[in-house]
């Protein structure tokens, strides 16, 4: 992977490009700089910061009829979650690449919530998607294959005007990023629903952290922190009946081009709550990573990313998949006053730098709905309240921030944030097909810097 791979000289997209998501630098609300006002800063209500209300059950409506693209063990339990959300709501076609995937995902809609897909809604093949974009009864779509495929199935249901659920992230380089920014201001003019699976900004407890982070608790934001450090995750060895392409989509997590490496899959839901708290695009990133004990596949199992924003502020993502070692999910925000410390174990608090709580949020008054149904109920809510929400250009940009980290641990290089958002970079084939994939080769994961044995 040289850095010449992916970096292109022309500027295809532009460093000022809005995401949709820019707040002030200083979280305080202050502004601060020559001529600040001495007055107190303004004091946001949730609601002010768009707070979702956080209903237990969405509300009643017409019918809600949608539609599940991947059919796999998270498309599945995203269906799932989806009959869940309130009344009135049906899964009524699928689409996959891989029969006995979909039939599982069958065999549980219809024994758990006597939901059945009709035998001429279930689809297979690479074109399957397109099929159900064509169903004029669809209401929603549920994007959940391997993140390769999102851009193009994202764009394909806003020119179907289809609500959306879009899992994270939304794609695995650059150009897709730009198909999903293009697509997710089409889908706000078109006043289309669209939900997404970064499923922290659905829980309450990170909510009124933020709250207390803009009105000023921690003072101006200064650093953050954001990791996912967990064991080995879950991987399929090759059997002697499946084709390249065929092991490929059935290990997916492993491989480089369809899942864009495991600072996309995961890290990207600490990544995208610093975004989300900080309200800033990086300037540039280095970092580090390698693979030394992943079984399959050719990505890494252990990330290091530094970013770096303007005011001298920064970020530190770290992300590993090792067995044996320290484990850590969470994300630190720190201000001038104190720091919020987040995580996703029912203990999310502020304090300042002596170690008194400013604020903890109070769970036995107010417990936290399991965020896969609660991003479900808003995904209803939003459709049948006419509450309009449109989640991509945020997960656009998260993503496309994980993707700045992990170009710079695979090439040993610092990559600027205008550098990544005009590059070319594309991973994987142009073309479908259940066969073989000439250039993929297992166990190659990207080599940072220099070959010792090069010549000088």
């Not at 996959?96 to 219809?110: E, N, P, W």
């Not at 954001?226 to 989509?249: F, L, T, V």
């Amino acid at each position: 992977m040289k850095r010449r791979n992916f970096l292109t000289s022309s500027f295809l997209i532009g460093a000022g490009l809005p995401l949709g998501m820019m707040a002030p630098t200083s979280c305080s609300g202050n502004g601060g700089g020559e001529g600040a006002s001495s007055a107190a800063p303004k004091q946001f209500t949730p609601e002010e910061l768009g707070m979702f209300s956080f209903v237990d059950v969405a509300p009643d409506g017409k019918p809600l009829k949608a539609a599940l693209i991947g059919n796999g063990d998270r498309g599945t339990g995203a269906a799932c979650q989806f009959l869940e959300s309130g009344p009135n709501v049906s899964i009524i076609a699928l689409a996959d690449v891989f029969k006995d995937r979909q039939d599982t995902c069958r065999k549980i809609l219809k024994e758990r919530y006597k939901n059945e897909v009709p035998d001429a809604n279930c689809f297979l093949g690479f074109d399957a998607y397109k099929k159900v974009m064509a169903m004029p009864e669809v209401d929603v779509v549920l994007l959940c294959t391997p993140t390769h495929f999102r851009p193009e199935h994202f764009k394909a249901a806003v020119e179907a005007r289809k609500h959306v659920f879009m899992e994270k992230p939304c794609a695995v380089d650059p150009t897709g990023i730009r198909t999903v920014i293009a697509a997710a201001k089409v889908a706000e003019t078109a006043g289309l629903t669209v939900i997404t699976g970064n499923q922290r900004r659905h829980q309450r407890d990170y909510w009124e952290a933020y709250v207390n982070v803009r009105n000023g608790m921690i003072g101006d934001v200064i650093a953050a922190t954001a990791h996912w450090d967990q064991g080995a995750w879950w991987n399929k060895k090759k059997r002697p009946e499946w084709s390249d392409m065929e092991y490929c989509i059935r290990n997916w997590f492993n491989i480089k081009w369809l899942s864009g490496d495991h600072i996309l899959d995961q890290a990207v839901h600490n990544i995208d709550i610093v975004t989300w708290f900080m309200g800033m695009r990086p300037l540039s990133a280095t970092g580090f990573g390698g693979r030394v004990r992943r079984l399959t596949g050719d990505i890494y199992d252990n990330f290091a990313a530094d970013y770096t924003y303007d005011g001298n502020k920064r970020m530190l993502c770290t992300a590993r998949q090792i067995d044996g070692c320290e484990g850590n999910v969470s994300e630190q925000i720190l201000g001038t006053k104190g720091v919020a410390l987040l995580n996703n174990g029912n203990n999310i608090r502020i304090e300042d730098y002596q170690g008194n709580i400013l604020w903890k949020y109070d769970y036995e008054a107010k417990p936290v709905k399991n965020p896969y149904n609660q991003e479900h109920i808003h995904l209803v809510e939003s459709i049948r309240l006419d509450k309009k929400i449109n989640q991509a250009m945020d997960l656009a940009y998260s993503t496309q921030v994980a993707i700045l980290g992990r170009e710079a641990a695979y090439t040993g290089k610092r990559i600027t944030w205008d550098e990544i958002m005009a590059s070319n970079l594309r991973y994987g084939p142009t073309e479908y097909a259940l066969g073989p994939l000439p250039d993929y080769h297992e166990g190659e994961a990207p080599k940072p810097g220099k070959d010792p044995q090069a010549p000088m």
